[in-house]
């Protein structure tokens, strides 16, 4: 059975920082793609950051330079590093895995329909 189970969310003052954790078992892809979505309480749900088995990272817009997404592969965990949190950061984030060719890694995006999901971890930035 595959999971994900993301970790590290919690209440921040607005300019501090979070580190998302998200550990998964179940399965092993040689080729994937992996990525953190959010959604806040009536928006719509928001890829944040991706990345592929071969390393290659993407933003969205409003968390470039505050953001970075990373992996332990020995320890099959995701990760996301936030800082310089925002109130308008506050949200539910989940992480998302996604098997895909060993071509297609390099062009990872939070566009794609991603197989496996999280349950999701709370993230509130307070002003």
């Known amino acids: 059975e595959v999971q994900l189970v993301e970790s590290g969310g919690g209440l921040v003052q607005s300019g501090g920082s979070l580190r998302l954790s998200c550990t998964t078992s179940g399965y092993t892809y040689d080729s994937f793609c992996m990525a953190w979505f959010r959604q806040a309480p009536e928006k719509e749900r928001e890829g944040v950051a991706v990345?592929?088995?071969?390393?290659?990272?993407n933003y969205a817009d409003s968390v470039k330079g505050r953001f970075t997404i990373s992996r332990d592969n020995g320890k099959n965990t995701l990760y996301l590093e936030m800082n310089g949190l925002k109130p308008e950061d506050t949200a539910m984030y989940y992480c998302a895995t996604k098997r895909v060719a060993a071509w297609f890694a390099p062009h990872c995006s939070t566009r794609l329909d991603y197989d496996y999901w999280g349950q999701g971890t709370q993230v509130t930035v307070s002003s």
């Open positions: 990345i592929g088995s071969y390393g290659r990272t």
